[in-house]
């Protein structure tokens, strides 16, 4: 018996073209406190075909992000983070002068109206609330990375 292929849709076409267009070794960062949901996010970008770079907290983001921004094709970055959280970061990221303008999208439990409008404010392409799967995850890249 003959089966066929899962149907696609246009945000996976998308990516498969984008990713077409990066450097080989074009990553994506997600910034988490939590161990348990950068391990997720990793998982769910490597399905994608994106390699990640994980970071416990804006701070250590900024730092990585100095030496790696070419290499950083987006930014994923959680909002509620103990030493530097997502406001500040997007704040500071805005303020570096190595900053490109990789799209940077929020990521947070915490979705209210004020907050979003916040991080929008703040210099964020997009939010993206928890939980989450993959196929929001490739949409919001596509929708993000395809604004231009």
Do not use: N
């Amino acid at each position: 018996m003959r089966t066929e292929p899962p149907a696609r849709d246009g945000a996976m076409d998308t990516l498969e073209s984008l990713r077409a267009s990066l450097p080989p070794d074009a990553r994506a960062m997600v910034i988490d406190d939590s161990a348990t949901m950068r391990r997720i996010f990793t998982k769910q970008m490597q399905e994608l075909g994106l390699d990640v770079t994980a970071c416990h907290d804006g701070r250590e983001a900024l730092a990585v992000l100095a030496d790696e921004i070419e290499r950083t094709a987006i930014i994923f970055s959680d909002i509620q983070m103990p030493s530097m959280d997502g406001f500040e970061f997007c704040w500071r990221l805005q303020q570096a002068p190595w900053y490109d303008g990789t799209p940077l999208v929020m990521i947070s439990t915490c979705s209210d109206a004020a907050s979003v409008i916040r991080v929008l404010k703040l210099g964020a392409d997009d939010f993206i609330p928890k939980p989450f799967s993959r196929d929001d995850l490739a949409q919001i890249i596509a929708r993000v990375m395809c604004h231009d």
